[in-house]
């Protein structure tokens, strides 16, 4: 078992504009481009990054393979600072130089969600309690269910 920060580039589709100056607008974040998992293994001690890896691409919705980074592994917020910064997306000019600028924010947010910042399960499933269900279908497909420490995935294996 994994836990840390995801961080996923994701396209904003674009919708044509609806009621007044004042309407509220149709907001989409669809199409994912990147995505970064900077994660421990449970076992591991915190802020190994032993388990940290990512996709450079999408298929659709699934993610290209894991690939893993002895650069990611060994300073994982200067390497996503790197990502962001030198962004290689399919985006428009405007919007990456935008993103590119942002990267210090993106870091700064990812830290607060690390691996050594989750100190309990109850904790960590505060931050992930909203992706349950694939905690719950990670946990269906594990190859060797026995090895499950059931005690720490207990919050994401209890029924709503």
């Given amino acids: 078992m994994e836990h840390g920060a995801r961080i996923e580039i994701r396209e904003l589709a674009r919708h044509p504009r609806r009621g007044s100056e004042s309407a509220s607008q ?3 974040v669809d199409r994912p481009l990147w995505r970064a ?7 591991d001690p915190p802020g190994s990054f032993s388990a940290a890896h990512y996709h ?5 919705n699934e993610p290209s393979a894991r690939f893993w980074d002895a650069a990611l592994t060994a300073d994982p917020w200067t390497w996503l600072r790197d990502q962001i910064t030198t962004a290689a997306w399919p985006l428009d000019p405007e919007d990456a130089a935008e993103l590119a ?3 210090g924010t993106v870091v700064a947010i990812a830290q607060r969600f690390g691996p050594a910042e989750c100190r309990s399960a109850a904790q960590c499933f505060h931050h992930t309690r909203d992706v349950k269900e694939t905690v719950q279908l990670m946990i269906a497909t594990l ?3 026995e090895r499950l420490d059931r005690d720490r995935a207990a919050p994401w ?3 709503s």
Avoid: E, N
């Fill in 26 to 28: 149709l907001t989409t």
């Fill in 37 to 43: 998992d900077l994660f421990d293994r449970l076992a």
């Fill in 56 to 60: 450079p691409h999408f298929t659709g």
């Fill in 101 to 103: 600028g942002l990267a």
């Fill in 143 to 145: 190859r060797a269910p």
């Fill in 157 to 159: 294996l209890a029924q």
